[in-house]
């Protein structure tokens, strides 16, 4: 699922050369609107990529970034295409940022039919539009927000239970079937900041730096890399705040010793027992990242598909950058839609080895 916040935030473009965008000149690709413009020197007008007016020669094309740019170069706007007036995608990103708004404010969930009139739709029509826009139903959208405003409340609520109510749930019956996926742990357990958990940690080397494993009586939780051992034992004290954690025990490094030589040689995958912990979305977005084959990358569009929920790409990646357990979880994987390697929460130099790594024979 898209957060609110993320819709109508800049991805990296799908047309960062003039080659990709003359291409989708040429194939009238509507879904470039918005990423560039182009203007045509012998009739002075500048369009979108979509637009159906006739195909102009490739050496009277230039390329701008905004209308803006265009108009400042002399070009009037295009009367077809309207290039200078939002476009489809604006006005339906626009809509269902206004139906977000309008779920996160209402404290029952508003009904598709005012919802639709709100956007000027019709309810089958804004209900395909808002799904391609957040990767969730409008209903879906509600529950995930009030799952939230959960986590937001267990951690100032005298009880779960008020923090439940307080969050919009109309019984707690529900919430505790899903809270596990909700929250990733008991609700109990999530308000305590992991009280009552031991979990057992120990920080290492291994070829792309210090490595952190850390595991609960379930399986393995956190896989963190980077520079500084310190900054990930913090990483990992700020997740689970109030839970006990052992470290430095004997038996504990053999289990280190097998994540790191899985780190070392990804190809041959690993048996690891994991425990996995995040909403139902981000969990949604793992499991399609356990499915990618070692060598083999997919971009965020296409994670978005896979799981159901195309046009979320941007909650994909967010979910990405979420991931607790690097390599295990493959998020490296996961590229632009150009190649382009794309963000990694353990930085893009160790991204582009593994994937290098994973790339060799």
């Given at each position: 699922?898209?957060?609110?916040t993320?819709?109508?935030?800049?991805?990296?473009?799908?047309?960062?050369?003039?080659?990709?965008?003359?291409?989708?000149?040429v194939?009238?690709?509507?879904?470039?609107?918005?990423?560039?413009?182009?203007?045509?020197?012998?009739?002075?007008i500048?369009?979108?990529?979509?637009c159906?007016?006739?195909?102009?020669?490739?050496?009277?094309v230039?390329?701008?970034?905004?209308?803006?740019?265009?108009?400042?170069?002399?070009?009037?706007?295009?009367r077809?295409?309207?290039?200078d007036e939002?476009?489809?995608?604006?006005?339906?990103?626009?809509?269902?940022?206004?139906?977000?708004?309008l779920?996160e404010?209402?404290e029952?969930m508003?009904?598709?039919d005012?919802l639709a009139?709100?956007?000027?739709?019709?309810?089958?029509?804004?209900?395909?539009?808002?799904?391609?826009?957040?990767?969730?139903?409008?209903?879906?959208?509600?529950?995930?927000?009030?799952?939230?405003?959960?986590?937001?409340?267990?951690?100032?609520?005298?009880?779960v239970?008020?923090?439940?109510?307080?969050?919009g749930?109309?019984?707690?019956?529900?919430?505790?079937?899903?809270s596990?996926?909700?929250?990733?742990?008991?609700?109990?357990?999530f308000?305590?900041?992991?009280?009552n958990?031991t979990?057992?940690?120990?920080?290492?080397?291994?070829?792309l730096?210090?490595?952190?494993?850390?595991?609960?009586a379930?399986?393995?939780?956190?896989?963190?890399?980077?520079?500084?051992?310190?900054?990930?034992?913090?990483?990992?004290?700020d997740?689970?705040?109030?839970?006990?954690?052992?470290g430095?025990?004997?038996?504990?490094?053999?289990?280190?010793?097998?994540?790191?030589?899985?780190?070392?040689?990804?190809?041959?995958?690993?048996?690891?027992?994991?425990d996995?912990?995040?909403?139902?979305?981000?969990?949604?977005?793992?499991e399609a990242?356990r499915?990618i084959?070692?060598?083999?990358?997919?971009?965020?569009?296409?994670?978005?598909e896979?799981?159901g929920?195309?046009?979320?790409?941007?909650?994909?990646?967010?979910?990405?950058?979420?991931?607790?357990?690097?390599?295990?979880?493959p998020?490296?994987?996961?590229?632009?839609?150009d190649?382009a390697?794309?963000?990694?929460?353990?930085?893009?130099?160790?991204?582009?080895a593994?994937?290098?790594?994973?790339?060799?024979?």
């Amino acid at each position: 699922m898209a957060d609110l916040t993320m819709i109508g935030t800049p991805m990296p473009s799908r047309f960062p050369t003039d080659e990709t965008r003359w291409q989708a000149i040429v194939n009238r690709e509507r879904g470039a609107a918005g990423e560039f413009f182009y203007s045509v020197a012998t009739t002075g007008i500048y369009c979108r990529p979509g637009c159906p007016a006739r195909r102009p020669r490739r050496e009277h094309v230039g390329f701008h970034d905004s209308r803006e740019e265009a108009e400042s170069a002399g070009f009037r706007p295009c009367r077809r295409c309207r290039p200078d007036e939002p476009s489809l995608a604006e006005r339906h990103a626009g809509a269902v940022a206004a139906a977000c708004r309008l779920i996160e404010a209402a404290e029952t969930m508003p009904r598709l039919d005012e919802l639709a009139a709100v956007a000027g739709m019709s309810r089958f029509h804004f209900h395909r539009v808002f799904k391609a826009a957040t990767g969730c139903t409008p209903r879906a959208y509600a529950a995930a927000r009030r799952a939230d405003r959960v986590r937001e409340s267990l951690r100032g609520s005298g009880t779960v239970t008020d923090a439940i109510y307080d969050a919009g749930f109309g019984s707690n019956g529900r919430f505790y079937a899903d809270s596990p996926g909700i929250l990733g742990m008991p609700p109990a357990t999530f308000r305590e900041g992991g009280r009552n958990e031991t979990i057992r940690f120990a920080v290492g080397e291994c070829s792309l730096g210090a490595i952190l494993v850390a595991s609960t009586a379930k399986g393995v939780c956190a896989i963190l890399l980077g520079d500084d051992p310190n900054a990930l034992v913090h990483d990992l004290e700020d997740r689970f705040a109030k839970a006990t954690l052992l470290g430095a025990e004997p038996e504990f490094e053999k289990l280190v010793a097998r994540v790191v030589a899985f780190v070392d040689a990804p190809t041959l995958g690993h048996e690891l027992p994991l425990d996995i912990r995040g909403t139902t979305f981000q969990q949604r977005v793992w499991e399609a990242l356990r499915d990618i084959p070692a060598g083999s990358t997919a971009s965020y569009r296409e994670i978005s598909e896979r799981i159901g929920a195309p046009g979320a790409a941007r909650a994909v990646a967010r979910a990405c950058a979420s991931n607790p357990l690097a390599v295990a979880i493959p998020c490296h994987r996961v590229v632009r839609s150009d190649g382009a390697p794309g963000g990694y929460r353990w930085g893009v130099e160790r991204k582009q080895a593994l994937l290098e790594r994973e790339a060799t024979p």
